[in-house]
T-cell receptor
């Protein structure tokens, strides 16, 4: 399977600041990566699809100006939460599709826990 | 959107017991995955099933894909505290579709 890393693993910030989360594909060149958000006791919610060299595709209800995604290389996608507020506190997880059946299996990073005070 | 319904939502059983969790949909999936997620970590892939009727075993875990590729089950034999976690099923209708996730089954194995 693919190996995905995220940095930082957790972050605490003040309301109004911006936070950048990095997602790296360590053993696979990923043209597409995915960003999810997970609130406590809930399942994963897809936020956006990150496309290398082009604009990200956002899910309905996700503000593209608030959650900036950059996928400048085949191994790195970043999610920037701009002007973070307490309601943005969540567990953010990235993933990539990889493997023999590349379109059907996703491998996830370890997640980044964001707490906005 | 192809919905995946997981049941039960919560399950707490004693160590050594057997259990089955289910993932059902009215839609057909080209493949279906099961993940386990522990608190504070990302989901870890357990298995991918692609053929209707397929059965895969991973030590004490047995996964089955329904004949019609609309449902799947996960059976755990002699559950252990290390099996505790959130079990998620996920699937896509076609290879190019986005993968949809069920809401998960939260499993707690009591020592």
């Amino acid at each position: 399977g693919a190996v995905v890393s995220q940095h930082p693993s957790w972050v605490i910030c003040k309301s109004g600041t911006s936070v950048k989360i990095e997602c790296r594909s360590l053993d696979f060149q990923a043209t597409t990566m995915f960003w999810y958000r997970q609130f406590p006791k809930q399942s994963l919610m897809l936020m956006a699809t990150s496309n290398e060299g082009s604009k990200a595709t956002y899910e309905q209800g996700v503000e593209k100006d608030k959650f900036l995604i950059n996928h400048a290389s085949l191994t790195l996608s970043t999610l920037t939460v701009t002007s973070a507020h307490p309601e943005d506190s969540s567990f953010y997880i990235c993933s990539e599709r990889a493997g023999v059946m590349a379109q059907e299996t996703q491998y996830f990073g370890p997640g980044t826990r964001l707490l906005v005070l | 959107t192809q919905l995946l319904e997981q049941s039960p939502q919560f399950l707490s059983i004693q160590e050594g017991e057997n259990l089955t969790v289910y993932c059902n949909s009215s839609s057909v999936f080209s493949s279906l995955q099961w993940y386990r997620q522990e608190p504070g970590e990302g989901p870890v892939l357990l298995v991918t099933v692609v053929t209707g009727g397929e059965v895969k075993k991973l030590k004490r875990l047995t996964f089955q894909f329904g004949d019609a590729r609309k449902d799947s089950s996960l059976h755990i034999t002699a559950a252990q505290p290390g099996d505790t976690g959130l079990y998620l099923c996920a699937g896509a209708g076609n290879r190019d579709d986005k993968i949809n996730f069920g809401k998960g089954t939260r499993l707690h194995i009591l020592p």
